[in-house]
């Protein structure tokens, strides 16, 4: 059975800082990753899609790259604001079209 | 710009009623989704919809049933609700080719009293 797992589970950083988020997966037999934003109360927001023959994505200040073989994946903020604060999501997508999320790594940028 | 769209946004509703929660997409992706998600915790698959006539129940356990009679449109319905029930429902769609990844809704905040 997939397993996603996403650290740290928080992260405070000041505003302007670099940052990264972890994702791990356990069965590399994915067909893409995708990361997600979440604020409080809301649907999620798509960021990035990785295929699993892609290495990296990037979109504005955000890079998301995936080793399949080693199971990891990495989203990079750069220059954080505090408009980035918000719960980011990591999900795989693998066989029968089925995604599986972490539980997501909440981060607030302090202006 | 939102191209599936989930109403209500709120609903808070009395133990017994039926309700329905309603999910379109304009994408015309095949397949469909619907997660439970309580606050600050992970999300639950409950159903899914590979396509017209095409109904399956997901990871979470769920009272609730669904149907697919159009491409656009995926209703999640509850014959009874429950205060057990409470929680934020989001419906998501993909495309059949894996190529957009999935898209989500503004999700549906159900609150039974």
């Known amino acids: 059975k997939q397993e996603v797992t996403q650290i740290p589970a928080a992260l405070s950083v000041p505003e302007g800082e670099n940052l990264v988020l972890n994702c791990s997966f356990t069965?590399?037999?994915?067909?893409?990753l995708q990361w997600f934003r979440q604020d409080p109360g809301k649907g999620l927001t798509s960021l990035l899609l990785?295929?699993?023959?892609?290495r990296e994505q990037t979109s504005g200040r955000l890079n998301a790259s995936l080793d399949k073989s080693s199971g990891r994946s990495t989203l990079y903020i750069a220059a954080s604001q505090p408009g980035d604060s918000a719960t980011y999501l990591c999900?795989?997508?693998?066989?029968?079209?089925?995604?599986?999320f972490g539980e997501g790594t909440q981060l607030t940028v302090n202006p | 710009e939102a191209d599936i769209y989930q109403t209500p946004r709120y609903l808070v509703i009395g133990t017994g009623k039926k309700i329905t929660l309603e999910c379109s997409q304009t994408?015309?992706?095949?397949?469909m989704y619907w997660y439970q998600q309580d606050p600050g915790m992970e999300l639950h698959l409950i159903h899914y919809?590979?396509?017209?006539?095409?109904?399956e129940k997901g990871d979470l356990s769920s009272e609730s049933t669904v149907s697919r009679i159009r491409t656009e449109h995926f209703p999640l319905t509850l014959e009874s609700a429950r205060p057990s029930h409470t929680s934020q429902y989001l419906c998501?769609?993909?495309?059949?080719?894996?190529?957009?990844?999935?898209?989500f809704g503004s999700g549906t905040r159900l609150t039974v009293v």
């Open positions: 998501a769609s993909s495309d059949a080719g894996r190529y957009y990844g999935y898209t």
């Open positions: 069965d590399s037999a994915i067909y893409n």
């Open positions: 990785i295929q699993s023959s892609q």
């Open positions: 999900a795989v997508e693998t066989s029968g079209s089925r995604l599986t």
């Open positions: 994408m015309g992706h095949d397949k």
């Open positions: 919809s590979y396509g017209v006539n095409s109904t």
